[in-house]
T-cell receptor
Framework: DAGITQSPRHKVTETGTPVTLRCHQT?????MYWYRQDPGHGLRLIHY???????DKGEVSDGYSVSRSKTEDFLLTLESATSSQTSVYFC?????????????FGEGSRLTVL | QQQVKQSPQSLIVQKGGISIINCAYE??????FPWYQQFPGKGPALLIA?????SEKKEGRFTISFNKSAKQFSLHIMDSQPGDSATYFC????????????FGKGTRLSVIA
């Protein structure tokens, strides 16, 4: 299994509070991604990174920010959580650009915003 | 926005039967079409992928068929087993640089004995 660790795996929080999800990899892969998975919507890209301090928006980036100060860590922050951000969040990594190579996914972080 | 349309949303197949999941795409940067398999409580994992030099690829009981002119590709699972029960996602490369894959909405497959 690819060395990807997401934390926390489960979190319950209240509307308006900040939340940070962490993705840690031991594979030294260049690309890292944050997806959210919701029933009826599949996997939707939030943000991705193509190197340290190099990030770009995905299709559902509003309300989210990311940071990557080290190759191995990619943080997803919800500045002020809303109920619509209740979801399962998946981190993924790829050695090359993910559009022609394999993505390796973490186990997911289930976030509930009350 | 580029879309990948996947159908059906859910599928129930008898053990030993054939499961077929279809995907249609609008445009793509190039021909690379993976399928990912996800078991409950786990992250998706690459199952099988096809590249432009072939119209069909088979790995064990899993086959991808690709129709470039129709902009469609499909996953066939032969001799479906209860252990194949999972959610399946198709994906396609998004146009424009090294942007990540666009995923379909997923198909929940249940194989019943």
């Amino acid at each position: 299994d690819a060395g990807i660790t997401q934390s926390p795996r489960h979190k319950v929080t209240e509307t308006g509070t900040p939340v940070t999800l962490r993705c840690h990899q031991t594979e030294n892969h260049r690309y890292m991604y944050w997806y959210r998975q919701d029933p009826g919507h599949g996997l939707r890209l939030i943000h991705y990174s193509y190197g340290v301090k190099d990030t770009d928006k995905g299709e559902v980036s509003d309300g989210y920010s990311v940071s990557r100060s080290k190759t191995e860590d990619f943080l997803l922050t919800l500045e002020s959580a809303t109920s619509s951000q209740t979801s399962v969040y998946f981190c993924a990594i790829s050695e090359g650009s993910g559009n022609t190579g394999e993505l390796f996914f973490g186990e997911g972080s289930r976030l509930t915003v009350l | 926005q580029q879309q990948v349309k996947q159908s059906p949303q859910s599928l129930i197949v008898q053990k030993g039967g054939i499961s077929i999941i279809n995907c249609a795409y609008e445009n793509t940067a190039f021909d690379y079409f993976p399928w990912y398999q996800q078991f409950p409580g786990k992250g998706p994992a690459l199952l099988i992928a096809i590249r432009p030099d072939v119209s069909e690829k088979k790995e064990g009981r899993f086959t991808i068929s690709f129709n470039k002119s129709a902009k469609q590709f499909s996953l066939h699972i032969m001799d479906s087993q209860p252990g194949d029960s999972a959610t399946y996602f198709c994906a396609a490369p998004k146009i424009g640089g090294n942007t990540p894959l666009v995923f379909g909405k997923g198909t929940r497959l249940s194989v019943i004995a």
